[in-house]
C-alpha cells in the first residue's frame, strides 16, 4: 500500500461530516403532454392543448396547494433512481424517460429547511400513461397551461444594459386553477451575463414551481426544432397537419403550412397509408424518420 494511499485512509476516517451543513437533496418532475380538445364542427380540424402534471398536496407546507411531482432524494439512490421512484409512487406513472433540466439552490426555497432541487423534464402522450394520485398526493391532474409577456423593460447601465422581462403563468384544469407572475432579469456587463429569476406573486401553486415551469417551457421550445421530441406525442403514421399542430401548441404561435413542410421535410418519411375521414380530403401519412440527424 503507497504511502500517499494509507494517508488518504487516515484522513477518511478522521473526516468529520458536521464541519459542512448538509443540505437536502429533491427531485421535481415536469411532464407535459399536448391533448385534443373536442370541437363542436366535425369538419374543423380538433384543437390541441399543452398541459403540465400537477399534483395536489396533502401535507404542510403548501397543504391543498397544487405543486410539480417531486419528493426527496434518499441515501441510498441516485438523483435518477429517485426521479423514477418518486414519479411512480406520486402518480403512478412509470417507463418514463426523463431528461435532467436545472438544479435550483436558492436559500429559502423551502420553508422546511434548505433544500437543493434537481428539475426534470418529459414530454410524453399522455394517452398512454394513466395518472394515479399516490402517496403524499391527493389527487394528480393534467392542467392547460399557457404563458405571456406582460411587460418588458431594458436598460442601459454604466457597464452595459439589463432586461427584465415579466410572465404571467396561467394553469387551469377544470374548476382547479393556479397562477403566477414571474420576473425574469438579464444583466450584462463587462461581456459577462447573469440571468436571474424571481417569483413576484403566485396564487395555488407550491414552492418555487412557477419558476420552473417558466423556464421547463422556454427549454421546450427550444428543444423542439433541434430534437425529436416533438414526435413522442404522435402516433407512428400522422399527418403533417398533426405535426404542424404539435409545433404550434408548444411553440404557442401559428406557422406557414408551406414554410413548416420544408423545415421538417428531413425529419419525416414518406408512406403509402392514407387517413380517410368523414367531412375532410384523404391524407397522406407519414412516419418519424430515425435518420433524419445522422450527419448533424
Keep these: 500500500m503507497s504511502e500517499n494511499h ?17 443540505p437536502s437533496v429533491s427531485v421535481d418532475m ?6 385534443e380538445e373536442e370541437s363542436e364542427n366535425y369538419r374543423k380540424r380538433s384543437d390541441k392543448s399543452l398541459k403540465i402534471l400537477l399534483i395536489k398536496r396533502k401535507e404542510h407546507p403548501f397543504l391543498g396547494q397544487w405543486a410539480l411531482p417531486g419528493g426527496f432524494v434518499s441515501a441510498h439512490e441516485s438523483i435518477d433512481e429517485a426521479a423514477i421512484r418518486v414519479l411512480e409512487k406520486e402518480t403512478g406513472l412509470r417507463d418514463v424517460y426523463l431528461e435532467q433540466l436545472y438544479t435550483w439552490g436558492d436559500i429559502g426555497r423551502d420553508p422546511r429547511t434548505r433544500v437543493i432541487s434537481c428539475s426534470y423534464m418529459a ?4 394517452d398512454l400513461y394513466p395518472l394515479q394520485s399516490g402517496e403524499g398526493t391527493e389527487d394528480a391532474k393534467w392542467f392547460h397551461v399557457s404563458d405571456h409577456w406582460t411587460q418588458k423593460k431594458t436598460t442601459v447601465t454604466e457597464n452595459g444594459f439589463m432586461i427584465e422581462k415579466w410572465v404571467e403563468l396561467r394553469l387551469g384544469s377544470g374548476a382547479d386553477a393556479a397562477t403566477a407572475t414571474v420576473k425574469t432579469t438579464k444583466i450584462v456587463e463587462h461581456g459577462h451575463s447573469k440571468v436571474v ?25 427550444n428543444k423542439v426544432d433541434y430534437t425529436d421530441i416533438a414526435f413522442h ?27 413548416f413542410r420544408r423545415k421538417v421535410a428531413d425529419k419525416v418519411l414518406e408512406t403509402n397509408h392514407i387517413r380517410r375521414n368523414a367531412g375532410h380530403r384523404p391524407s397522406k401519412l407519414y412516419r418519424y424518420n430515425p435518420t433524419w440527424d445522422d450527419e448533424l
Design 6 to 22: 494509507s494517508a488518504e485512509q487516515m484522513f477518511l476516517k478522521e473526516y468529520d461530516v458536521n464541519q459542512y451543513v448538509r
Design 30 to 35: 415536469l411532464l407535459f403532454t399536448v391533448t
Design 123 to 126: 414530454l410524453i402522450n399522455s
Design 197 to 221: 429569476q424571481e417569483i413576484e406573486e403566485a396564487h395555488n401553486l407550491a414552492f418555487d414551481h412557477a419558476k420552473m415551469i417558466v423556464y421547463a417551457l422556454e427549454r421546450l421550445r
Design 233 to 259: 406525442l404522435l402516433p407512428e403514421y400522422f399527418t403533417l397537419s398533426d405535426l404542424q399542430q404539435v409545433f404550434e401548441v408548444i411553440l404557442g404561435k401559428e406557422l406557414l403550412a408551406a414554410a
